[in-house]
Structure formats: C-alpha cells, structure tokens
C-alpha cells in the first residue's frame, strides 16, 4: 500500500469516527431537544430523518473515497471505475444538499423562535458546502471521463 493512500486513506476513516459518534450519542439528544424547545412533539422524527439521511449519505460518500483511493493503489485510477466512484460521490453531495433545503423551514422556526438568524446560516452552509463538494466531484468527473477518452484514443493509434 503506497504512503500517500494510506495516510488519506487513515483520514478518511478519521473523518467518519465523530459523524458516527453524533450520530449514536448527539442526534437523539438534538432532535429531542428542538423538539421540546420548539415545544411541539411531532417535529422530533423529521429531525430524526433528517440528519439520520444526510449521515448515511455521508457515510456513502466516504466509502467511495475510500474506493476511489483503492482504485489509486491498484493503479485503476484512469478507469470508469473511478468515474463511477466520483458521480457517487456527486450524488451523496447533492442528496446532502437536498435534505438540508426540504429541512430549511425548521431552521427557520428554531431561528424565529429563539431570534437567532445564525441557526439559518448553519443550515446554509451545509447546504452550499456540499453544493460545493457535488460541482467539484462533477468537474473532476468529467475530467477523468475526458483523460481516459484520450488515453484509449491514444492506445489505439499505432
């Protein structure tokens, strides 16, 4: 295994330890609280599915990183493989993305609530953050789709 991969490779498992973390101790704990601070019962399971959804489709994208960066160790990086990996990659981004705006009026009913316009922001920036993630996986995408375009071109000619 080359040093390069395996150090990024050790990051990325060390990126998903404190989501998954949240995720078993925080996330009940949160949605419980905004719904008792909200003091409305009902909003505890959309805030349950929200960030439950947006933490699996986080995870996602983290094993294809990982994958992708396997495929960098078994010199499979000029490969659909690859191209497959990062339009996953787009997709989990866009998904993240997506759940955050159908979740923007509770952000806004905590942030009327409490008069804190700052709980808008953090739910603006994870939206173009990820919004962020899924253009830059999709130029990368098209990008190794052009590089092994012209690589098989290139194996063709004499």
């Known amino acids: 295994?080359?040093?390069?991969t395996l150090f990024l490779k050790i990051?990325?498992?060390?990126?998903?330890l404190p989501i998954l973390a949240l995720c078993i101790f925080g996330v009940p704990s949160i949605a419980k609280g905004v719904s008792e601070f909200l003091g409305m019962s009902y909003v505890h399971y959309p805030v349950l599915?929200?960030?439950?959804?947006?933490?699996?489709?986080?995870?996602?994208?983290?094993?294809?990183?990982?994958?992708l960066l396997s495929y960098i160790d078994k010199n499979k990086a000029f490969s659909d493989l690859?191209?497959?990996a990062l339009k996953n990659?787009?997709?989990c981004a866009i998904t993240i993305s997506g759940f955050y705006?159908?979740?923007?009026?509770?952000?806004?009913?905590?942030?009327?609530?409490?008069?804190?316009?700052?709980v808008?922001?953090?739910g603006l920036v994870i939206i173009f953050?990820?919004?962020?993630?899924?253009?830059?996986?999709?130029v990368l995408q098209k990008l190794l789709r052009t590089a092994i375009d012209i690589k098989s071109e290139n194996d063709l000619t004499v």
């Not at 990051?11 to 998903?16: N, R, S």
């Not at 953050?129 to 999709?138: T, Y």
């Open 11 to 16: 990051a990325v498992f060390l990126m998903g």
């Open 120 to 122: 808008i922001v953090i």
């Open 49 to 67: 599915i929200v960030l439950y959804a947006t933490a699996a489709a986080f995870f996602l994208a983290l094993y294809q990183a990982y994958r």
């Open 89 to 91: 990659i787009k997709y």
């Open 101 to 118: 705006v159908l979740a923007m009026p509770l952000f806004y009913l905590v942030a009327e609530y409490d008069d804190a316009p700052g």
């Open 1 to 4: 295994m080359k040093r390069e």
């Open 129 to 138: 953050g990820s919004m962020v993630i899924a253009v830059f996986a999709a």
């Open 82 to 84: 690859s191209v497959t």
